[in-house]
């Protein structure tokens, strides 16, 4: 019965119901999507760093403490270190109105620098968020009617989506609002509390782009 | 895939080829040796449907860590271990999920034609298959290498990692297995 056994198990191995066609093509199929997909990664990655390296020197910019601490560690207590000229400060926000995407503007609101930036990009759906130090509060916040996001406490890097599908990772050193409308995104720092930000935006948040 | 220049490289000669990027040739290493995949994955994992997503996503594993092969062994052999590594990790991960007794209900068998001993044997085989299914792994791992796969005493030790000897005396406990299985299967259906 056992020597019965081993052929019946022989034969089976040879009838079992298994479509084994296009195995050698699925599998190639499998291993050029891969490859794609592991060369997208690595461009992908090198816009983060891109975008993080960029973010960095706009927050060394644009912050006095920045800037100092930068200074010091090249030993350079007694530089002076000029504002870009490109960013026009304005003093008026009475009349200052939001930036176009792929712009950004400083204004002085009651004696504090304020920096808005615009983007094309999304918070909802795939949104990532990562802070740095337990001290950082992140809360969901209604801007106008628009999803907006309250950054708040130590330094934080933010990660969302921007437009083309691409991961952003924004280091921001100060409190921080982020909302978006349609597929823009609007980021307001340099005000203390989330309340004055608020009020800041007001109807500028609708205004700005329509959805 | 397979161009007459592939068909005469041995194993050894495809899988350098293959390390080089050479996509063909790693293509004609999974045809050769597909069927004896299949079967390694349809006894391991006790389902002839699972078998061919199990052997892809095995032979996708085995062209990211074509530099691990050492050179002990065959290189169908090192392939087959990474197929029945598969299998096993796809039991495990599906008893989590499901009853125990529901695992090894699909070894399915292709319709021979209907003619009488064609029937008698299809029905036969239907049984040692439905045996085998409810037999513990460790016992259909082996059998499924010596006999449904068709591999040496030596390839399914390789497979299996597991001295020769081991797999001698696992066989000889599992073939016993299968027939107290069988018999029991025939006495509870009255045949």
């Known amino acids: 019965m056992i020597n019965n056994l081993e052929m019946r198990l022989a034969d089976i191995g040879g009838k079992f119901d298994i479509d084994d066609s296009g195995l050698v093509e699925s599998i190639d199929a499998r291993l050029n999507r891969q490859s794609l997909s592991s060369r997208r990664s690595g461009r992908r990655l090198l816009q983060i760093a891109a975008v993080a390296v960029l973010i960095v020197v706009m927050t060394i910019a644009f912050h006095p403490d920045s800037r100092r601490a930068v200074a010091n560690w090249f030993g350079l207590t007694q530089v002076r270190i000029e504002r870009d000229a490109d960013l026009d400060l304005l003093s008026t926000p009475v009349t200052f109105e939001l930036p176009g995407p792929g712009e950004s503007q400083i204004i002085e609101v009651n004696g504090r620098q304020i920096m808005v930036s615009t983007i094309y990009g999304r918070l909802g759906g795939s949104i990532m968020q990562k802070t740095l130090g337990s001290s950082t509060s992140i809360i969901e916040v209604d801007v106008a009617g628009h999803l907006g996001l309250w950054i708040s406490g130590a330094p934080h890097e933010v990660m969302y989506e921007a437009s083309d599908g691409h991961v952003v990772v924004e280091q921001v050193a100060g409190n921080t609002l982020l909302w978006e409308v349609g597929d823009v995104l609007y980021r307001l720092e340099g005000f203390e509390n989330l309340a004055d930000a608020l009020e800041f935006v007001g109807t500028r948040a609708s205004d700005a782009v329509s959805d | ?191």
């Open chain 2, 1 to 191: 895939m397979g161009s007459p220049d592939l068909a005469e490289c041995d194993d050894l000669a495809l899988l350098a080829r293959a390390r080089k990027d050479d996509r063909p040739a790693f293509g004609e290493l999974v045809r050769r040796h597909q069927h004896s995949a299949l079967r390694v994955a349809a006894v391991i994992s006790g389902s002839t449907e699972e078998a061919k997503d199990i052997v892809q996503d095995a032979f996708v594993n085995i062209h990211r860590k074509l530099d691990s092969y050492r050179g002990t062994g065959s290189v169908r052999s090192w392939m087959l271990r990474v197929v029945a590594n598969h299998a096993k990790n796809h039991v495990r991960s599906r008893i989590r999920r499901i009853r125990r007794e529901d695992q090894h209900a699909g070894l399915l068998l292709r319709v021979d034609d209907g003619t009488e001993p064609m029937a008698v044997q299809r029905s036969e085989n239907l049984a040692v298959a439905e045996a085998l299914g409810r037999l513990p792994l460790h016992d259909r791992e082996v059998l499924g290498c010596r006999f449904v796969a068709e591999l040496s005493e030596a390839e399914t030790a390789e497979v299996l990692a597991v001295a020769i000897g081991t797999v001698k005396s696992r066989t000889s406990r599992a073939l016993a297995k299968l027939q107290r299985e069988f018999e029991r299967a025939e006495f509870t259906e009255g045949r």
